[in-house]
T-cell receptor, first 114, second 112 residues
Framework: GAGVSQSPSNKVTEKGKDVELRCDPI?????LYWYRQSLGQGLEFLIY????????KSGLPSDRFSAERTGGSVSTLTIQRTQQEDSAVYLC????????????FGDGTRLSIL | GQQLNQSPQSMFIQEGEDVSMNCTSS?????WLWYKQDPGEGPVLLIA?????ELTSNGRLTAQFGITRKDSFLNISASIPSDVGIYFC????????????FGKGTKLSVIP
């Protein structure tokens, strides 16, 4: 597709379960970012992939959060042993890997932990 | 860490009025971006600013990158109902640190 695609669009799960969120970036974009948006808040950086380099994981809130990017394209964000405070919208963005290239966002996955 | 202070938090205006919102930072950014987010959707890029002092327009939108590189404003002229939404400023340091730092948003309501 033309834009960043995320799935599922909504996910409801019970506390303690693991969840996987998927992001398919814009074709040709080598940089990929994950952000979290809590209700009524701005976006909080989680993790950044750039080409084949080691990802910048400095924004991950705990070791229950991890992400992979296979083949330099699709990325999966995994949250293990979910907690109620993990409820948020998880947004993915991608960009070309050069300076001054703006990030383009998907519509996010709305995660609700019961 | 870096923080962006965005104001106002919310605005109610009459259709046709002009709108102004701004962001200030405790740290220098090399790029400022303004996004708009509609309910249930991801943020959409409105304007990107890359040089201190730069003034850029996109239709009825005008944004400026402050000289100190610690602030930016966004103006919307002659507001229309479809301008309703949440506007976010975002700063990017660059030079190997490409993640965006976001303000908490300005919620704009337009009264027809």
């Amino acid at each position: 597709g033309a834009g960043v695609s995320q799935s599922p669009s909504n996910k409801v799960t019970e506390k303690g379960k693991d969840v996987e969120l998927r992001c398919d970036p814009i074709s040709g974009h080598t940089a990929l970012y994950w952000y979290r948006q809590s209700l009524g808040q701005g976006l909080e950086f989680l993790i950044y992939f750039q080409g084949n380099s080691a990802p910048d994981k400095s924004g991950l809130p705990s070791d229950r959060f991890s992400a992979e990017r296979t083949g330099g394209s699709v990325s999966t964000l995994t949250i293990q042993r979910t907690q109620q405070e993990d409820s948020a919208v998880y947004l993915c963005a991608s960009s070309f890997l050069t300076s001054n290239q703006p990030q383009h966002f998907g519509d996010g996955t709305r995660l609700s932990i019961l | 860490g870096q923080q962006l202070n965005q104001s106002p938090q919310s605005m109610f205006i009459q259709e046709g009025e002009d709108v102004s919102m701004n962001c200030t930072s405790s740290s220098i950014f090399n790029t400022w971006l303004w996004y708009k987010q509609d309910p249930g959707e991801g943020p959409v890029l409105l304007i990107a600013l890359y040089k201190a002092g730069e003034l850029t327009s996109n239709g009825r939108l005008t944004a400026q990158f402050g000289i100190t590189r610690k602030d930016s404003f966004l103006n919307i002229s002659a507001s229309i109902p479809s301008d309703v939404g949440i506007y976010f400023c975002a700063g990017q340091y660059g030079a190997g640190s490409y993640q965006l730092t976001f303000g908490k948003g300005t919620k704009l309501s337009v009264i027809p």
